[in-house]
C-alpha cells in the first residue's frame, strides 16, 4: 500500500486547509485510518481516525471541532478538513492505514504510512 499525503502549506492563524491522502496499490478497504503530526523535537500524534465505511471517527481534544476526517472510498482518498487553525498546529501531518477495523490511537496500530506534508501557521 502507498499513500501520498498533499494538500499542505503556510496560512494564517484562523485560516483553513484540506489536508488528503491518496491511497494506491492493495486496497485498505476494509479498515480504519487516521491522521497524525509530528512537530519539531515532538513524538507523532494521534489526531483522528475513522473507519472504512466512515460511519464511526475518533478526534484527539486539540482537534475537535476544528478538524473533521472524511474519506471517500470509491476514490481511497482520506481528508482532513482543518479550521481555526493556530499556530500549535505547525507541523508534518501524517496519513496512515490501520491494521484494524475501528480507528486507533496508538501509533503501532498503523502498518502503512504516507511521507507526510508539511502544515504552517502564522501568527
Known amino acids: 500500500v502507498q499513500l501520498q499525503a498533499s494538500g499542505g502549506g503556510l496560512v494564517q492563524a484562523g485560516g483553513s486547509l484540506r489536508l488528503s491522502c491518496a491511497a494506491s496499490?492493495?486496497?485498505?478497504?476494509?479498515?480504519?485510518m487516521g491522521w497524525f503530526r509530528q512537530a519539531p523535537g515532538k513524538e507523532r500524534d494521534f489526531l483522528a481516525g475513522i473507519t472504512w465505511s466512515g460511519d464511526i471517527t475518533s478526534y484527539t481534544d486539540s482537534v475537535k471541532g476544528r478538524f473533521t476526517i472524511s474519506r471517500d472510498i470509491r476514490k481511497d482518498i482520506l481528508y482532513l478538513h482543518m479550521n481555526s487553525l493556530k499556530p500549535e498546529d505547525t507541523a508534518v501531518y501524517y496519513c496512515a492505514s490501520s491494521k484494524t477495523v475501528l480507528p486507533s490511537a496508538t501509533l503501532y496500530q498503523y502498518n502503512y504510512w504516507g511521507q507526510g506534508t508539511e502544515v504552517t501557521v502564522s501568527s
Open positions: 496499490g492493495r486496497t485498505v478497504s476494509g479498515y480504519a
